[in-house]
C-alpha cells in the first residue's frame, strides 16, 4: 500500500529563519505530490504541486519543493519564515491512474518571534 | 476558483442520531471525497465517489456511509452516531484522473 512519511511532528523555528519540512512517499510508480498548508479551524489549501516537468517547483509566498525520485522525497523548504507561516502542513501523493489522495500526518510548524 | 462548500462549520449531535453532512463542489468536478482528521492521524479516507452513484470504500468506512445523487453534491451519513466519531470532517473534490485535490473548510463535529 502507498504511504507517506512526514517524521517531524513539530518544528519549532525563529523568524526569519530557514526551514525544511520534509516528506517521503513509498511508491515505485510515477506519482503526484502535494503540499497543503492548514489554518487553525480551516480546510486544506493547495501550496504547490508536482505533476510532471521541473523537480523543482516554488509557491507564491516564497516556498519550494523538490521531487526527488530516487530518493522518493518532496521536501519543503523556505529560506526565510515569518510569523504568519504557522500553521500544519499535510504532504499527500497520488499514484498516476488512481483516484485516491494519501496524506501524511501532518507537520505543525510554529514559528517563534 | 473552485468552491467546495461544506454545509456546517461546527454540529454537535447526541449518541445515536442520524447524522448528515453536505458537501457541494461548483466545478463539475468528478471525484469527490470524505476524509476524517483526527490529531497525530492525519487525513484518513472515508469514502470516496468517481461519478454520480458511483462510490467506493476508503480506509475507514465502518459507521459511515454516503450518497451521490448529483456530480456536485456527495453527502456523509452517520448512520447512529458515536462519541468516537467527534472529529473534523473534511470534503474534497478534484478531476478525474490528474490534479490537485480542493478541500471544503471542514465541519468539526461533536458527538456527546
Known amino acids: 500500500a502507498q504511504s507517506v512519511t512526514q517524521l517531524d511532528s513539530q518544528v519549532p523555528v525563529f523568524e526569519e529563519a530557514p526551514v525544511e519540512l520534509r516528506c517521503n512517499y513509498s511508491s515505485s510508480v510515477s506519482v503526484y505530490l502535494f503540499w497543503y498548508v492548514q489554518y487553525p479551524n480551516q480546510g486544506l489549501q493547495l501550496l504547490l504541486k508536482?505533476?510532471?516537468?521541473?523537480?523543482l517547483v516554488e509557491s507564491i509566498n516564497g516556498f519550494e519543493a523538490e521531487f526527488n525520485k530516487s530518493q522518493t522525497s518532496f521536501h519543503l523548504r523556505k529560506p526565510s519564515v515569518h510569523i504568519s507561516d504557522t500553521a500544519e502542513y499535510f504532504c499527500?501523493?497520488?499514484?498516476?491512474?488512481?483516484?485516491?489522495?494519501?496524506f501524511g500526518t501532518g507537520t505543525r510548524l510554529k514559528v517563534l518571534a | 476558483d473552485v468552491k467546495v462548500t461544506q454545509s456546517s462549520r461546527y454540529l454537535v449531535k447526541r449518541t445515536g442520531e442520524k447524522v448528515f453532512l453536505e458537501c457541494v463542489q461548483d466545478m463539475d468536478h468528478e471525484n469527490m471525497f470524505w476524509y476524517r482528521q483526527d490529531p497525530g492521524l492525519g487525513l484518513r479516507l472515508i469514502y470516496f465517489?468517481?461519478?454520480?452513484?458511483?462510490?467506493e470504500k476508503g480506509d475507514i468506512p465502518e459507521g459511515y456511509s454516503v450518497s451521490r445523487e448529483k456530480k456536485e453534491r456527495f453527502s456523509l451519513i452517520l448512520e447512529s452516531a458515536s462519541t468516537n466519531q467527534t472529529s473534523m470532517y473534511l470534503c474534497?473534490?478534484?478531476?478525474?484522473?490528474?490534479?490537485?485535490?480542493?478541500f471544503g473548510q471542514g465541519t468539526r463535529l461533536t458527538v456527546v
Open positions: 508536482y505533476l510532471s516537468g521541473s523537480t
Open positions: 474534497a473534490s478534484s478531476l478525474i484522473l490528474q490534479g490537485e485535490a480542493f
Open positions: 499527500a501523493v497520488r499514484v498516476s491512474g488512481t483516484y485516491k489522495y494519501i
Open positions: 465517489s468517481y461519478d454520480v452513484k458511483m462510490k
